[in-house]
């Protein structure tokens, strides 16, 4: 039986990465690493060379995930990471790249 995470329990981050971010498999490689730690969400170019991510998970996992994304994938130059949390309703059963 799948254990499924209480809403209280789960937490939703909007996150902006800057930088050399795009045309180095950034997407893909946060997908594998936000499977890895079972987190929920998205993450998609944005059309200014940004890469955006929704995260939804426990808090340690959501903070660890926020951790990898100061440096990225091989290839990336992070300059600057922000978030904030978000309230929703929705529950994200899997990590993808629209």
Request: hydrophobic share 35%; aromatic share 6%.
């Amino acid at each position: 039986m799948k254990h499924l995470h209480s809403p209280h329990t789960l937490e939703t981050l909007s996150v902006l990465i800057e930088g050399k971010v795009q045309g180095v498999g950034f997407r893909a490689a946060t997908v594998r690493q936000a499977h890895g730690l079972k987190l929920g969400g998205w993450v998609r170019n944005l059309p200014d060379g940004r890469v955006e991510a929704l995260l939804q998970g426990a808090h340690a996992e959501v903070d660890q995930m926020l951790s990898w994304l100061l440096q990225g994938p091989p290839g990336a130059r992070v300059s600057g990471v922000q978030h904030q949390e978000v309230q929703t309703e929705r529950h994200y059963d899997r990590f993808e790249q629209t």
